[in-house]
């Protein structure tokens, strides 16, 4: 499996375990960002997988962006690859 191929499941693990601790609003957070960043750099392989620990605020930062970005292109991507690509690209460049 490839970085993004683990990223990607990553991101999708974060939906889904966002999606369980706010089931009592059926998976609805307007600060989600803030939320699958603190799980992504505290609690999964993210850092490993990206050979860096991004600050969690810069995180957040991105996937509000890609969000907005993925939402506007209307990628045929699923969302979690369209996002790890981006993820791998921005953070590997430190």
Not at 75 to 92: G, K, Q, T, V
Request: proline residues 4%; without cysteine; negative net charge.
């Amino acid at each position: 499996m490839t970085n993004l191929d683990q990223i990607a499941t990553l991101l999708h693990e974060a939906a889904e375990t966002h999606h369980q601790v706010y089931r009592i609003t059926d998976g609805t957070d307007a600060d989600w960002a803030s939320w699958y960043a603190d799980w992504l750099t505290r609690l999964s392989e993210l850092p490993e997988l990206l050979e860096t620990r991004p600050v969690r605020s810069e995180l957040t930062y991105e996937l509000v962006r890609l969000d907005s970005e993925y939402n506007a292109t209307k990628s045929s991507d699923p969302w979690p690859n369209y996002y790890a690509r981006a993820l791998i690209e921005r953070f590997s460049q430190r």
